[in-house]
Structure formats: C-alpha cells, structure tokens
C-alpha cells in the first residue's frame, strides 16, 4: 500500500491504529519501515511513528519520528509538525534519520495531493535548547539541513527569540540560539 491508499485507509477508519510495513532504498541502503498512525477525527489529526530498521526482520535498533498533522491547518497552509526524531546510537550514521524525515516531507507532500491543495506548508520540529547543552544539535542540526539540500525546498531554523529570527545554516542557529531553542522549517 503506498502513502496515498494508507491516507485513504487512515480516513476511512478514525481512531483506529493501522500499521503499514514496507521497504524504502536510497542509492546505498534498504530500509524497513513500520508506520504507525491513526486518524483522530475529532482533531482532525493524522498521528503516530514511522519505524526505520536496518534489518528485514524489523527487530534491534531502529529510529523513529512522530507526526501530528492537522488537516485543517495543512488545507489553510498554515505548520504541521513531526515531533522526537530519534535514532539509536547503535545505528546511528547509517541514513536512518535522514530517510526518517524524507519519508516525514513524503507524507506531507502526499496529504497535499490527497486533498489537492497546492499552496505551500511549513513542516516543523521543535529544537530544545537541551539539546544543545548535552551536544545533540551537533548531530540534528546538519542533518535537518542537508535534508533540506537533498529535497531542495527552503528550509530555515527559527530562533524562540523575541524575534523569531531565521538563520539559513546550522552554524549561525548554535551560535545564536542554543540557550532558547527553536524549530526547523521546511516549506513543503
């Protein structure tokens, strides 16, 4: 089932977790993926994990991210977001959290299509300025921008300053924002 009949599937069946397994590759690697979401009618939400393992087995180490997109927001163009894009350390350096968020920018491209809507949407995570203290932006931080680079959409970091400052590098946003966090933004 791809992305679209699993949207479909998702709507069709509100409140109810559905599992989706399916294999992804880049020009290096073969990923297994488990996506885990469920349609919140009430809310209007499609939310859950997508799962990706390095082994076909789907068990040991894997990374995660969740989604929580609202579907009035995504048909107004206003942010969705993905929330907790984890990797294990035991896997980590392998594209796992690089195919994670394509495969996050996939569902919202996909959503669009689904509900034929054409203007630009803001996908958004939260960068924890805890993050930066015990040294995890130096990891996110140049793999939320070169995602960026390899889908070529405008893509920012945005500083929870009093000003919302955008930096276009990970660079300038440590070294501006590490003491009040931020987001990254990707204009899908």
Known sequence: MDIKEYIGTLLANPYTRISREYIGRNHEKTFYLRDNLQYKEGFKTLYGDINCYLRENREGPSGCVSLDINIDALKRGEAVRFKDLLVSSRIENNGVGKYLMLTAMDYVKNLKEY???????????????FDAENGNWRVSLPLYHTVGELTGVEHFFEAYDN??????????????ASECGGTIVYMI
Not at 163 to 176: A, D, G, K, Q
């Open 163 to 176: 000003n919302h400052t955008r930096y276009s590098t990970p660079e300038l946003f440590y070294e501006n």
């Open 115 to 129: 509900f034929e809507f054409n203007d630009t949407v803001p996908l958004r995570g939260w960068l924890s300025a």
